[in-house]
T-cell receptor
Framework: DAKTTQPNSMESNEEEPVHLPCNHS???????IHWYRQLPSQGPEYVIH???SNVNNRMASLAIAEDRKSSTLILHRATLRDAAVYYC???????????FGQGTTLQVKP | DSGVTQTPKHLITATGQRVTLRCSPR?????VYWYQQSLDQGLQFLIQ???????AKGNILERFSAQQFPDLHSELNLSSLELGDSALYFC???????????FGPGTRLTVL
């Protein structure tokens, strides 16, 4: 599983969009990019995943670079409830194991 | 609520003891995963079971073992406990091998 690099922390204002970057320069062609988040005192929660194309769901959007060496998780309108640690994970799918890095701690200011 | 249940919520025990953590996956999920989260190591994958069979192993110590039963619930056994085993232990489940994982609320283990 390829290593991912994320900023340690980011800040956003409530109701503004947030772009959380992730670098995964050693990703292999069949690895998926998964994002999970962990709210305070809770277990991680699945956010979104993709392989090559950009993806949207009710929680967020995932923009994947053409060379797949980086991706960006987009929260369209941050709320206070989105304050969490966001983990970007590359995932081979041969086994189910998720290798978590340090993640990005997102603070949302009212 | 993810649908994954873990018991107990909290566990306090002494060094050298043995404990068992229990996980019930979401209805219909065949895969169960165990993760450990400590302050210094972050979230670490321990082990995965799929339909009763061990599927993948991560950084699981030899003092730790797990199994998945025919009704698909899983247990993580931790023995000869050390202070450093104090952590949050999460169970997750998924439908298959490469689907999104749903995490339980965790068991907080404190070893004194």
């Amino acid at each position: 599983d390829a290593k991912t690099t994320q900023p340690n922390s980011m800040e956003s204002n409530e109701e503004e969009p947030v772009h959380l970057p992730c670098n995964h320069s050693t990703i292999s062609g069949t690895d998926y990019i998964h994002w999970y988040r962990q709210l305070p005192s809770q277990g991680p929660e699945y956010v979104i995943h993709g392989l090559t194309s950009n993806v949207n769901n009710r929680m967020a959007s995932l923009a994947i670079a053409e060379d797949r060496k980086s991706s960006t998780l987009i929260l369209h309108r941050a709320t206070l409830r989105d304050a969490a640690v966001y983990y970007c994970i590359t995932y081979s799918g041969n086994t189910g194991k998720l290798i978590f890095g340090q993640g990005t701690t997102l603070q949302v200011k009212p | 609520d993810s649908g994954v249940t873990q018991t107990p919520k909290h566990l306090i025990t002494a060094t050298g003891q043995r404990v068992t953590l229990r996980c019930s996956p979401r209805s219909g999920d065949l895969s169960v995963y165990w993760y450990q989260q400590s302050l210094d190591q972050g979230l670490q994958f321990l082990i995965q079971y799929y339909n009763g069979e061990e599927r993948a192993k991560g950084n699981i110590l030899e003092r730790f073992s797990a199994q998945q039963f025919p009704d698909l619930h899983s247990e993580l056994n931790l023995s000869s406990l050390e202070l450093g085993d104090s952590a949050l232990y999460f169970c997750a489940s998924s439908v298959g091998l490469d689907n999104e994982q749903f995490f339980g609320p965790g068991t907080r283990l404190t070893v004194l």
